[in-house]
């Protein structure tokens, strides 16, 4: 189903960026804090997001399935 990939790469892009800002703030913690704050805010809500449509995928599925049993 196209939404599983669709939410799995939204998964690895939103874990990627998460990664990124937490490097740069690691290597330079007063760089821009608040800008790299926000980037990781942003980065979850994002991950949050795609787990979600994923388990709405999952339940689709799975209620599909159910019918044509």
Do not use: C, W, Y
């Amino acid at each position: 189903m196209q939404a599983h990939a669709i939410a799995a790469a939204g998964i690895a892009s939103a874990t990627a960026r998460f990664e990124a800002s937490a490097r740069r703030t690691a290597a330079d913690p007063l760089a821009d804090l608040a800008g790299e704050t926000v980037e990781r805010l942003g980065a979850e809500l994002a991950l949050k997001a795609n787990v979600s449509v994923l388990k709405t995928a999952d339940e689709m599925t799975g209620t599909l399935l159910d019918m044509l049993a």
